[in-house]
């Protein structure tokens, strides 16, 4: 479903409505085409876990598994591959700690805005 | 095909004309709300559209800083922070100017700022503005809140890359008595904490102590999370981890063999954190005597890693780790040629 859009630019841009929906509906669609339910990365929630949209895991879990407490994990569309850093690249929380030899990164959720 | 992004852009600019503050509050809080909602693509062409209404207020305006700073989160969270620190600097220094005495304000922007330096890898920019950040989260939202403990969490975290384990531990603790306080002991909040500790006390020798903190998350994570969450993938590697380093490669092996299939389902079976434990349990299951297997495992992480455009020591790591097996098996000579492509991709980075 396409995601709705922001009343200045429906104001300022009837003419790109049509092409701004379809535009999105692709991207979601084209993300939905991956076999991983989850992608690693930062995003609203800080550096962790999210949700890839309509993934088929995403929308039926095992049944031997609880349904979670929490809220349900945090979905994330980005427009571009996850970067090198949380990908296995050298740098930043997402890297491995060369210094202290130890192979399992940090947890940051908190790396997000406070707003 | 033609990029999403260029179509919004098209879009956006087809509504050229006058800004007024109803555009850019209207673009702003459609561009915040699609970030939040993980809509990244969608919230930057927004939060773009409001940086440009918001330029023509003036450039000391603080809306300016709102929007600035929110689009540092979004090029964020695409792997730009190159492009989102000029944003998050000309955001505080707006704040800095404009409202020194919003502390919730400062405090936004100096976490925001500190944040761009710590994803970019460069503690040590960071850790002077999570201090007073720190100092301003406690003004604002009082000593025994969420953002404290955020900040307190964040400030720990990079005083951890630098190396000072007494200032990380205390940070830790405190953050972790005030997540207790404020979302109780059994919240999905205290598990980063309790995880970033036992690492902390992984590094330092201290497994004893680590031990209880790393049950203690993968309970939460299993809990709050479900048992098929990478989160629980994540505490059951660490808790395996933290058995193999202490050389008990039994109490090792189940955890990291069922973190590498979690991974594997959650992730997809080319994910680096996959490469990562499949490494783990190679080397495992090489002390156990699993001949067979390790050498399965560490096939798996060097074919990872290979098509991977990570960090070539990750690579040099796992090609060690094959070299290993192959040598114990005695193809000494298959060993060899490993090693020394581990040692060709080690010398560019060293």
Known sequence: ??????????R???????ALSATVAVAVAAQAVATSPYVYGYGPQGLGYYLVPTAPAAVAAPAAVAAPAAPAAPRLTVPSQPSRATSGGSVGPGARNWATGNRVPSHRPWLRSRS | MIRPRFLWAAALMLGAGAATAADWKADQDAGWKAYKEGRIEEAEALLKSAEKAAREFGAA???????????????CAEGRCDEAEPLAREALAIREKALPG??????????????????????????????????AAEKADGAESAGVAAALDNLAAVDHALGDAAEAESLYKRALAVREKVAGADSADLSATLHNLGLLYIDQKKYADAEPL??????????????????????????????????????????????????????GAEHAHVARAAGELGRVCLER?????????????????????????????????????????????????????????RKPAE
């Open chain 2, 61 to 75: 305006d603080p809306r300016l800083a709102v929007t600035l700073d929110h689009l540092a989160w979004v090029y």
């Open chain 2, 289 to 345: 005597g699993h001949q067979d297997e390790a050498e399965s495992c560490c096939k798996q992480a060097v074919a990872i890693l290979e098509k991977s455009a990570g960090d070539p020591r990750e690579l040099a790591e796992a090609l060690d780790d094959y070299a290993a097996v192959l040598r114990k098996a005695g193809r000494e000579a298959d060993a060899a040629k490993l090693e020394a492509r581990a040692a060709g991709l």
């Open chain 2, 214 to 267: 790393l049950k203690r998350a993968l309970a939460i994570n299993e809990k709050a999370r479900g048992a098929d969450h990478p989160e629980v993938a994540a505490a059951l590697e660490t808790l395996g981890w933290l058995y193999a380093v202490q050389g008990k490669p039994a109490e090792a092996e189940p955890l990291l063999k069922k973190a590498l299939a979690l991974y594997e389902a959650d992730l």
């Open chain 2, 102 to 135: 919003d502390a919730a304000a400062m405090a936004d922007s100096l976490n925001t700022l500190a944040a761009v330096y710590d994803e970019a890898g460069k503690p040590a920019l960071a850790k002077p503005l999570y201090v007073r950040c720190l100092a």
């Open chain 1, 12 to 18: 300022r841009s009837m003419t790109g409505v049509a």
């Open chain 1, 1 to 10: 479903m396409p995601p709705p859009l922001s009343a200045s630019i429906v």
